[in-house]
């Protein structure tokens, strides 16, 4: 991740991808990798500790895989670390042979938290929007469309607004954490 967005502590390095707490506490560590096309073998991204794998972050098998389209696999996991221990993202992949990642931060890229204890945020109050959908949705080829996570479970705030132009609006400044997933019909691949 040789690109920096930002970075409060000054705890990431781009020369070895690592980052060191500065600060010890619970930490939650988010990852994307992109994978070039390419149908054989499997794909996996993983959060290492100290250099010791810590957690499966994501895993694409073979049948998973496209000629056609690139494949990206990720996740989240929480972490403890303590002042001096590092946390790394390691791609993996065995095609056989050299496969590129995404260069792009849109599908390849890592955010990493502290999640503060309730001492520190107790007088915060907690924004939370949860929804879903059962309803198809047709994606037109060739195009970006927004997705209409249409069925509210939980909305603290009323911060979504549902239909074609879905979207959240946060109802105060602070950092997000957004987590989604479709699932793709597998369109003839």
């Not at 992949?93 to 890592?110: D, E, K, P, S, Y």
Request: proline residues 2%.
């Amino acid at each position: 991740f040789p690109t920096l967005d930002f970075d409060t502590h000054s705890a990431f390095s781009t020369a070895t991808g690592r980052y060191t707490s500065k600060v010890p506490g619970h930490y939650r560590v988010s990852s994307l990798v992109e994978f070039a096309a390419n149908t054989t073998g499997s794909r996996q991204v993983s959060l290492h500790k100290n250099g010791v794998l810590e957690s499966v972050l994501g895993w694409a098998g073979a049948d998973e895989t496209c000629s056609s389209q690139s494949t990206m696999r990720g996740g989240s996991a929480t972490v403890y670390l303590n002042a001096g221990d590092y946390v790394s993202i390691y791609a993996w992949q065995n095609t056989g042979g050299a496969l590129n990642v995404g260069g792009t931060a849109t599908f390849t890229w890592v955010t990493i938290e502290r999640i503060s204890g309730l001492t520190t945020i107790g007088a915060a109050e907690k924004v939370e929007a949860i929804y879903t959908t059962a309803a198809g949705q047709s994606i037109d080829a060739a195009t970006t469309e927004i997705v209409d996570f249409g069925t509210k479970v939980k909305d603290s705030h009323g911060a979504v607004t549902t239909g074609a132009s879905w979207k959240f609006t946060a109802p105060r400044a602070g950092v997000a954490t957004v987590h989604a997933m479709v699932t793709i019909g597998d369109g003839g691949f």
